[in-house]
């Protein structure tokens, strides 16, 4: 098969890095004015998800320090809904994966899958909180304001969700998404943030947006009165700085990696335009991608795959790297099996390309539309082909940076390291 000749561009985005940001969690907290809402030696836990947010290390240990200045005894509990097979060992060790260990923020861990049903909504759905957190005098929320892999609201992904999903642990996350089914997505999150505000000690919210290049952009620091208008207003500023493909119209997608560190559906629904449906993009959603090849799992994902049912091709690698325990547990609580479901895979990348490029329609397989991306989170540099080149010479936020040559594979038949 003549393969499509492949370049390496950059995409050029405009967003701001917050260069300094254990500063800007110190000047966020200080305008909470903690001293007169904090008594010394009180209890105060923190929350760290399973999202492979940037900086987070540093963002913990930082406000460890500052609540230890006021007195307090701060403490961290991994909170990641049913990640990691539903077990606390396993949470624990993804926390300390992204470099969150008692070495280093100088605090306790407590991970529990455990949890105390602390109130009901309105609408008799029980509201769970993890155990840990429930005994702390209170809590501060840390999360990342982005936009849902699955829902569509004025609040998606932030403080909100690790209030419900995070901090609900296993059985929390499975109850809401049971309820979604019945109640939309805004009124579940309205309903039982409600709850947990009134009922769990919610202290302060500390929102993270990042940029399209996955560094820190804006930290905030929010009083719970304010987690509805503030979330609102930081989630439109998240999906104007969230990456993107460089083209709208796709006919092979491969991605080296997908893994929930990287996004809660593996690879970022957002990214590749199948937010709404499994395997092709809504009439007016974008982009519009014809197949998507996924090649590997990354380590930190611990063999989850969730997610992988939304590509039509992967390579056998990562069917070998499959926890299905865990992919099937996190699959089946968000409410979507098809999520797990295993593409058709082969055991060489020349084999899954050969495949995939005779089933986009009436194109040639060397002037085939093919991106290739490391993630749906690293896309400032990515490989497109070289069927793209004619719009990318009209584009101000594109360059090149290696022209086009031979799509190159190694003696075992598989792509050469991005």
């Known amino acids: 098969m003549a393969y499509p000749y492949m370049m390496r561009i950059r995409q050029h985005f405009e967003a701001p890095t917050l260069h300094d940001v254990a500063g800007a969690v110190r000047e966020e907290l200080a305008k909470l004015s903690l001293s007169t809402r904090i008594r010394p030696g009180e209890s105060i836990a923190i929350p760290v998800g399973s999202r492979g947010i940037a900086n987070i290390a540093l963002i913990i240990k930082t406000l460890v320090e500052e609540l230890k200045t ?35 923020i100088g605090v306790p861990i407590r991970a529990t899958m455990d949890v105390v049903q602390v109130s009901t909504t309105e609408e008799g759905i029980p509201v769970f909180f993890d155990k840990y957190a ?6 501060a929320v840390v999360g990342r304001i982005k936009p849902h892999t699955i829902f569509t609201g004025e609040i998606e992904s932030g403080l909100h969700k690790m209030m419900l999903v995070g901090l609900g642990k296993h059985r929390g996350a499975t109850i809401y998404h049971q309820a979604i089914v019945n109640y939309s997505f805004d009124h579940i999150i309205n309903a039982v943030s409600k709850r ?11 929102a993270i947006i990042e940029n399209q290049s996955d560094e820190t952009a804006l ?29 709208q119209k796709v006919d092979v997608l491969i991605i080296d990696k997908i893994g929930k560190d990287v996004s809660g559906s593996g690879m970022d629904t957002n990214v590749i335009g199948r937010k709404y449906h499994d395997h092709h993009a809504a009439e007016k959603e974008f982009p519009k991608i014809t197949c998507i090849y996924v090649r590997d799992l990354t380590e930190e994902t611990h063999g989850n795959a969730t997610g992988i049912g939304r590509a039509e091709f992967t390579h056998t690698q990562l069917v070998r790297k499959i ?35 005779k089933i986009i329609g009436l194109v040639q397989p060397e002037d085939a539309r093919v991106i290739r991306i490391r993630n749906t989170l690293d896309l400032k540099e990515v490989m497109v082909s070289k069927a793209y080149e004619p719009e990318i010479k009209k584009r101000t936020d594109l360059s090149i940076i ?7 594979f190694s003696k075992d038949g598989n792509l050469l390291p991005f």
């Open 70 to 104: 006021l007195g307090a005894k701060p403490f961290v509990v991994p909170a990641m809904g049913s990640h990691g097979s539903g077990r606390a060992e396993v949470q624990r060790s993804i926390v300390e994966g992204y470099g969150v260990t008692e070495a280093y």
């Open 134 to 139: 429930f005994e702390a005098d209170r809590v």
């Open 323 to 357: 926890d299905f325990e865990s992919t099937y547990i996190n699959s089946l609580t968000a409410n979507r099996p098809t999520v797990a479901a295993i593409p058709v895979h082969y055991d060489t990348d020349q084999k899954v390309l050969e495949a995939a490029l």
């Open 196 to 206: 947990v505000i009134e009922k769990c000690g919610i202290l302060f919210g500390l």
């Open 219 to 247: 930290i905030r620091a929010v009083a719970p009165e304010q987690f509805s208008e503030a979330e609102k207003e930081l989630l439109i500023l998240a999906k104007k700085w969230m990456p993107h493909l460089p083209f």
């Open 402 to 408: 290696e022209p086009a040559k031979k799509m190159e």
